[in-house]
Nanobody
Framework: QVQLVESGGGLVQAGGSLRRSCAAS????????MGWVRQAPGKAGEFVAI?????????DYADSMKGRFTITKDNAKNTVYLQMNSLKPEDTAVYYC????????????????WGQGTQVTVSS
């Protein structure tokens, strides 16, 4: 089992930045993928960014986040971060941290472990 505890997020004006953190506990993360999914009101969950835990951390981003969002990890702290820059009102959503055992996967259905989710609101 992997437990995920999120922090960060909140309210920001368009063009601003926020940083999300997700700390994992319960088992080692070797061979796992961790990442972020978001869900806006009335919409399905949307892949944001993921990182493979081993080695340097291969990353994958949704096209709309490339160049604005950066996912990183701290192996010593078992924590993954999401730096969100140049935020837009359409980035408003509940952001969830997620983890799975195995390689990178974009489908939210492939993730077994989830954080509690935190609202991110971007005002225009």
């Amino acid at each position: 089992q992997v437990q995920l505890v999120e922090s960060g997020g909140g309210l920001v004006q368009a063009g601003g930045s926020l940083r999300r953190s997700c700390a994992a506990s319960g088992r080692g993360l070797s061979g796992h993928t961790m990442g972020w999914v978001r869900q806006a009101p009335g919409k399905a969950g949307e892949f944001v960014a993921i990182i493979y835990w081993n080695g340097g951390g291969i990353r994958d981003y949704a096209d709309s986040m490339k160049g604005r969002f950066t996912i990183t990890k701290d192996n010593a702290k078992n924590t993954v971060y999401l730096q969100m820059n140049s935020l837009k009102p359409e980035d408003t959503a509940v952001y969830y941290c997620a983890a799975r055992q195995g390689w990178l996967a974009r489908s939210t259905n492939d993730y077994a472990y989830w954080g509690q989710g935190t609202q991110v609101t971007v005002s225009s």
